[in-house]
């Protein structure tokens, strides 16, 4: 089973400010790396898929980057409706797995 | 747009079966990978497994023993069932889906409690 781990856990930013968070998957795979945003009682929601593909209707603020076995979100000119957790998700091979979570506070 | 919907007891007692069916609409069940992704309280996702056009299954080796999965074409749902419960199954279980890899489309989410 391929492990992905986050970093940071937590990160508060003021609003214009940037985000950027860390995903490291315990082996190789590829671009095969997605990422989520969660807000509190909502289901997650698509924000880029294998690692840098942007999603139709999602912000252009929001951009992922790597390969292999380090990935990255950056959110730029962070705004008030992107406090939410933000997870990664590794599709290279079953069982799918999914990062433990980054909470984006709004200072 | 693809729109998911569950179905099922919030409740459950320990040792029962936990039944849960998620509705497709508005758009095609055929040709689209049919997950299931639960997530306790307070803590992150995990994929339980999906399920195929045809039938075909793939679950996580931790679960497998208990989970089932099946596809109702003619319905245009698909289910879980997931054996023996505990209170570690308490979370919120989602259906989720996508033509392949990730998952596009999710449904809104219900809550399954394990408990006498």
């Known amino acids: 089973e391929i492990a992905l781990t986050q970093s940071p856990d937590f990160q508060s930013v003021t609003p214009k400010g940037k985000v950027t968070i860390t995903c490291r998957a315990s082996q190789s795979i590829g671009s095969s790396l997605h990422w989520y945003q969660q807000k509190p009682g909502q289901s997650p929601k698509l924000l880029i898929k294998y690692a840098s593909q942007s999603i139709s209707g999602v912000p252009s603020r929001f951009s992922g980057s790597g390969s292999g076995t380090d990935f990255t979100l950056t959110i730029n000119s962070l705004e008030v409706e992107d406090a939410a957790t933000y997870y990664c998700?590794?599709?290279?091979?079953?069982?799918?797995?999914f990062g433990p979570g980054t909470i984006v506070d709004i200072e | 747009q693809v729109q998911l919907q569950e179905s099922g007891p919030g409740l459950v007692k320990p040792s029962e079966t936990l039944s849960l069916t998620c509705g497709v609409s508005g758009g095609p069940i055929d040709s689209y990978y049919w997950s299931w992704i639960r997530q306790p309280p307070g803590k992150g996702l995990e994929w339980i497994g999906y399920?195929?056009?045809?039938?075909?299954?793939s679950y996580k080796p931790s679960i497998k023993s208990r989970v089932s999965m099946a596809v109702d074409r003619s319905r245009k749902h698909f289910s879980l069932k997931l054996s023996s419960v505990t209170a570690a199954d308490t979370a919120v279980y989602y259906c989720?889906?996508?033509?392949?890899?990730?998952?596009?489309?999710w449904s809104p989410g219900t809550q399954v409690t394990v408990s006498s």
């Open positions: 989720a889906g996508g033509g392949g890899w990730p998952f596009e489309y």
């Open positions: 998700h590794q599709s290279s091979s079953f069982p799918l797995t």
């Open positions: 399920v195929y056009q045809d039938g075909t299954t």
